[in-house]
């Protein structure tokens, strides 16, 4: 017995090393080690550990400048001006991308992938890689629309567990906020922040939120300093503003939808958020927290609203998304519930408000809100908006969509990367992500703004049910071309990098 014990003992040893190795390799450590986690060659369309990539516009923190970045192991270990390189690269290291646009890549703070449970409508190995071909280099989930919900450690581990394998940008997590959640666990391991809807989610294991709830969240999530996201619309009594006539009753008209949620529910839920965000100034007794209003439609009294909670010193923010700064109520057809959303798609005026608003930097940042389903909850036949699913499905088209529309109110490249890249990163607490500087991951995105091409079936769509999203049989401007994380060439002409190696990104 004793024999054999000394055979097997060193194989045992062997074996629990690599089981060690693997496990650490699950979580935390494969940030510190993303690269080790599969041959180089199977992550990344390029051979090359150390290059260097060049253009004549690269966005920096310090503006636009022709010049070059060097990037080794992942990271980026120089941003040199001019025609000079630093260190001594052999030719096929180095990457001249002529005038074509190098920017940091994305950070979609706001995508809802609903795998596990709901796959068929988006997971991870189609969102990831529709991310990876829209210059998206991260991803934060929202854990709404999957199955099971988020709201415990053990559930966490699910999300992470179907995540596994599959991701080709990083990937960061979010949990829900409801009153069963076990927030603390959750939050020590590694979510990103919280999610909190104040009306009903549309997902029925997703339960709404109080402003009790959300203020009792806050002070925990203070001491952790991380973020709680709100969908903030709360129901209002129809009797008062829905007028009864005949047009606005037929649930094809986009009219009548947008009747069923005017901006006061917007007003409505912001007025109770900043009620408790006073409470965030320095001093207060929340101070810490952050309140981060997602997907704002409403340019108006909504908006005036969290103007003057930042005017006061409050730990207040938002976002909106692409199809609020596209698409008028004006032009949307009867019948084509592929513009549902909510809030819903607004008038011309208030489009303009909020490019506005997007300029002057009262809107901090933008967020796709993808949220895709599958052909048979759109109802694209019956045209019914009051039974259609509501959610927009554009998490590849994020980049040409806020250019082709943007540049028309004078949106620069440097606000672009602030309103995309830095401003994210700041939000979702990623030190490490956000701008081309040294010592930052290598996410990138190589771009030509000037590029048109068509939404049409021809070109390489990667989302789920592409043919749901709203922007489909559009003409855009600004075509990715590469996308780099971490130093790994993801995305190039079209295709992916052979193996999915997005690392999970947990707090600390
Ligand atoms: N459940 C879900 O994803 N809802 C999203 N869709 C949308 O249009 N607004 C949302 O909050
Ligand atoms: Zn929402
Ligand atoms: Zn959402």
Same mark, same amino acid.
């Given at each position: 017995?004793?024999?054999?014990?000394?055979?097997?003992?060193?194989?045992?040893?062997?074996?629990?090393?690599?089981?060690?190795?693997?496990?650490?390799?699950?979580?935390?450590?494969?940030?510190?080690?993303?690269?080790?986690?599969?041959?180089?060659?199977?992550?990344?369309?390029?051979?090359?550990?150390?290059?260097?990539?060049?253009?004549?516009?690269?966005?920096?923190?310090?503006?636009?400048?022709?010049?070059?970045?060097?990037?080794?192991?992942?990271?980026?270990?120089?941003?040199?001006?001019?025609?000079?390189?630093?260190?001594?690269?052999?030719?096929?290291?180095?990457?001249?991308?002529?005038?074509?646009?190098?920017?940091?890549?994305?950070?979609?703070?706001?995508?809802?992938?609903?795998?596990?449970?709901?796959?068929?409508?988006?997971?991870?190995?189609?969102?990831?890689?529709?991310?990876?071909?829209?210059?998206?280099?991260?991803?934060?989930?929202?854990?709404?629309?999957?199955?099971?919900?988020?709201?415990?450690?053990?559930?966490?581990?699910?999300?992470?567990?179907?995540?596994?394998?599959?991701?080709?940008?990083?990937?960061?997590?979010?949990?829900?906020?409801?009153?069963?959640?076990?927030?603390?666990?959750?939050?020590?391991?590694?979510?990103?922040?919280?999610?909190?809807?104040?009306?009903?989610?549309?997902?029925?294991?997703?339960?709404?939120?109080?402003?009790?709830?959300?203020?009792?969240?806050?002070?925990?999530?203070?001491?952790?300093?991380?973020?709680?996201?709100?969908?903030?619309?709360?129901?209002?009594?129809?009797?008062?503003?829905?007028?009864?006539?005949?047009?606005?009753?037929?649930?094809?008209?986009?009219?009548?939808?947008?009747?069923?949620?005017?901006?006061?529910?917007?007003?409505?839920?912001?007025?109770? #958020?900043? @009620?408790?965000?006073?409470? /965030?100034?320095? +001093?207060?007794?929340?101070? %810490?927290?952050?309140?981060?209003?997602? $997907?704002?439609?409403?340019?108006?009294?909504?908006?005036?609203?969290?103007?003057?909670?930042?005017?006061?010193?409050?730990?207040?923010?938002?976002?909106?998304?692409?199809?609020?700064?596209?698409?008028?109520?004006?032009?949307?057809?009867?019948?084509?519930?592929?513009?549902?959303?909510?809030?819903?798609?607004?008038?011309?005026?208030?489009?303009?408000?909020?490019?506005?608003?997007?300029?002057?930097?009262?809107?901090?940042?933008?967020?796709?809100?993808?949220?895709?389903?599958?052909?048979?909850?759109?109802?694209?036949?019956?045209?019914?908006?009051?039974?259609?699913?509501?959610?927009?499905?554009?998490?590849?088209?994020?980049?040409?969509?806020?250019?082709?529309?943007?540049?028309?109110?004078?949106?620069?490249?440097?606000?672009?990367?602030? #309103?995309? @890249?830095?401003?994210?990163? /700041?939000?979702? +607490?990623?030190?490490?992500? %956000?701008?081309?500087?040294?010592?930052? $991951?290598?996410?990138?995105?190589?771009?030509?703004?000037?590029?048109?091409?068509?939404?049409?079936?021809?070109?390489?769509?990667?989302?789920?049910?592409?043919?749901?999203?709203?922007?489909?049989?559009?003409?855009?401007?600004?075509?990715?071309?590469?996308?780099?994380?971490?130093?790994?060439?993801?995305?190039?002409?079209?295709?992916?990098?052979?193996?999915?190696?997005?690392?999970?990104?947990?707090?600390?």
């Amino acid at each position: 017995m004793d024999q054999f014990l000394w055979r097997v003992l060193p194989l045992l040893t062997i074996l629990v090393s690599f089981g060690v190795f693997f496990y650490l390799q699950d979580s935390y450590t494969a940030q510190l080690f993303p690269l080790i986690k599969l041959p180089r060659d199977k992550c990344s369309l390029l051979p090359h550990r150390h290059f260097w990539i060049s253009s004549k516009r690269i966005v920096t923190p310090q503006g636009i400048i022709s010049g070059s970045v060097e990037i080794n192991d992942g990271k980026i270990i120089s941003v040199v001006e001019g025609h000079a390189i630093q260190g001594k690269p052999k030719q096929e290291e180095v990457i001249d991308y002529g005038d074509a646009v190098i920017m940091p890549g994305l950070i979609d703070v706001h995508v809802h992938l609903n795998e596990p449970g709901r796959t068929e409508w988006e997971g991870f190995d189609t969102g990831t890689r529709a991310a990876a071909a829209g210059g998206v280099t991260t991803v934060v989930d929202m854990p709404l629309n999957c199955y099971p919900t988020t709201v415990s450690k053990e559930k966490l581990k699910l999300k992470l567990d179907a995540a596994e394998d599959k991701i080709y940008v990083d990937v960061g997590m979010t949990n829900n906020l409801c009153l069963s959640i076990q927030l603390t666990e959750l939050l020590s391991a590694g979510v990103l922040g919280v999610k909190s809807f104040m009306c009903p989610s549309g997902i029925d294991d997703f339960p709404m939120a109080t402003i009790d709830h959300i203020k009792a969240g806050l002070s925990v999530l203070a001491k952790y300093r991380r973020p709680i996201v709100v969908h903030a619309e709360i129901q209002q009594d129809f009797e008062n503003h829905l007028e009864l006539n005949e047009d606005n009753l037929d649930p094809r008209a986009y009219l009548t939808y947008l009747n069923t949620r005017p901006p006061s529910w917007e007003e409505a839920a912001i007025k109770q #958020l900043v @009620s408790v965000t006073k409470d /965030t100034r320095k +001093g207060g007794p929340l101070e %810490g927290a952050h309140v981060h209003i997602v $997907h704002l439609s409403d340019s108006s009294a909504s908006l005036d609203l969290i103007k003057e909670a930042k005017s006061h010193g409050d730990s207040i923010s938002v976002e909106t998304c692409p199809h609020y700064l596209a698409f008028t109520s004006e032009e949307i057809p009867n019948g084509d519930t592929r513009f549902k959303c909510s809030p819903p798609i607004r008038d011309a005026y208030n489009k303009d408000k909020l490019w506005e608003a997007v300029l002057e930097g009262h809107i901090d940042l933008l967020s796709t809100d993808h949220s895709p389903t599958v052909p048979e909850l759109k109802l694209m036949e019956e045209g019914d908006f009051l039974k259609a699913w509501g959610g927009i499905s554009s998490l590849q088209f994020n980049l040409p969509v806020t250019w082709s529309y943007g540049k028309k109110y004078g949106l620069t490249l440097e606000q672009l990367s602030l #309103l995309w @890249s830095k401003k994210p990163a /700041t939000l979702a +607490g990623l030190e490490s992500k %956000g701008t081309i500087a040294v010592g930052n $991951h290598a996410d990138i995105v190589v771009w030509q703004p000037e590029l048109e091409f068509d939404l049409d079936d021809d070109y390489p769509v990667f989302i789920k049910h592409s043919e749901l999203s709203a922007y489909m049989g559009r003409r855009l401007s600004g075509k990715v071309l590469e996308t780099f994380v971490r130093g790994n060439l993801v995305f190039k002409d079209g295709k992916h990098a052979p193996a999915p190696c997005g690392v999970q990104i947990l707090a600390k």
